[in-house]
């Protein structure tokens, strides 16, 4: 780099806020060619040269145009491209940008309508309401929905019209039984149709009677239920109740004061060990004995359907014949092997005797959780 001397009025021109040096080259520091103690500006090639003077020149270009180091960077969005010096990030199609110091920050709004309802949100949840259920798997949103219900009456829903011992819808001489546990499908083999929560439970639907001698005399008398579930090979109680009423001794017949005519025993909430809650598509099985202190009441006729003809079966065609009173025409029906005092936490099929006249019983049981529902 050649290197002009002269006075310092003569090379530098100042100003109010100007420095301007007229030759084609300041250089500052030590003058001697090569030095590596100087730095030098130069325009004689009509560029500003930044130079730094070492042991050899390191020259760094700006362009011309009030020294603009960076003129144009080529952008590409979809099928066009641009050589631009600045680039503008426009909100459009829901999206919307801004910058954070050096960082561009990008947010999308979806259009979401649900009923008359509309908006522009960056975030939908979906909750469960109504008895709709919503889970998210992977990139999929599944949903399920159940029925609801306020009152279930078994026999209207399920239970066929056969007849049975004792007739048509009814088993006598319940009473003969005491402390034996019956157990039978609470919807026939099918699922459950609907959800309900039942606060109530009309069960039996029973009539008493008897002879002024018997139905005159003290007695307590207990009424225990229990739903159960299928859990593997066993029957496995999911909720139980209990109800109990009794009279004291009377000089003439009282049973027209707690027995007489077709009444129905009531579970209300209370008796439960929580309430009953019934899920559609599930399988339920009621089970249910009586038994009595003091006078065993008498003569007593259960209202319901018989589900199954009984009587001994023998089995598969091909194979020996079976003997066992636990065969039967179906799973999980029949009466309790042993007299019982409560109810079982389990019941394997095994310990069902299923060839009982009265084994194929299916008592009349409502659920109910409406008040409205209750009063008959």
């Known amino acids: 780099m050649p290197i002009t001397t002269g006075s310092f009025e003569d090379l530098v021109q100042l100003s109010q806020d100007t420095l301007h040096y007229v030759g084609p080259d300041l250089e500052i520091g030590n003058t001697s060619v090569g030095s590596s103690a100087s730095l030098g500006f130069n325009n004689t090639a009509g560029d500003l040269v930044l130079v730094g003077v070492a042991t050899g020149n390191a020259t760094l270009n700006l362009p011309t145009g009030s020294g603009t180091l960076l003129t144009n960077i080529n952008l ?7 050589n631009l010096s600045a680039a503008v990030f426009s909100n459009s199609n829901a999206v919307s940008f801004g910058l954070s110091g050096s960082t561009i920050t990008a947010s999308y709004q979806v259009n979401i309508s649900a009923g008359t309802t509309s908006n522009n949100l960056t975030a939908v949840t979906f909750s469960n309401t109504y008895n709709v259920s919503f889970g998210l798997n992977a990139s999929t949103v599944t949903a399920s929905a159940n029925l609801t219900n306020d009152y279930f009456d078994n026999l209207a829903v399920a239970q066929p019209d056969l007849s049975g011992s004792g007739g048509m819808g009814s088993m006598s001489n319940f009473t003969g039984s005491a402390s034996s546990l019956f157990v039978a499908p609470l919807h026939g083999y099918g699922l459950m149709p609907f959800d309900i929560t039942a606060g109530t439970c009309f069960f039996p639907d029973v009539s008493v009677s008897g002879s002024t001698a018997t139905m005159s005399a003290a007695f307590t008398s207990e009424w225990a239920i229990g739903v159960y579930t299928l859990n593997a090979s066993t029957l496995s109680l999911i909720n139980s109740a209990s109800y109990t009423f009794g009279f004291a001794a009377a000089a003439t017949n009282n049973s027209t004061g707690f027995a007489g005519g077709n009444r129905y025993g009531t579970f209300g909430t209370t008796a439960w060990s929580s309430n009953p809650v019934f899920k559609q598509g599930s399988r339920y099985w009621f089970a249910w004995f009586w038994s009595s202190a003091g006078a065993v009441n008498q003569t007593g006729v259960i209202n319901g359907n018989f589900l199954f003809n009984t009587g001994q079966r023998s089995g598969f065609l091909a194979a020996s014949s079976l003997t066992a009173t636990s065969n039967g025409a179906a799973p999980f029906y029949g009466i309790y092997t042993a007299q019982t005092a409560a109810l079982p936490s ?31």
Do not use: D, E, W
Request: aromatic content about 8%; some cysteine; charged content about 5%.
């Open 346 to 376: 389990s019941i394997g099929s095994q310990q069902l005797q299923k060839t009982a006249s009265i084994a194929g019983f299916v008592p009349h049981v409502i659920f109910c959780n409406n008040a409205s529902l209750t009063i008959f």
């Open 76 to 82: 590409s969005a979809g099928t066009t491209s641009q």
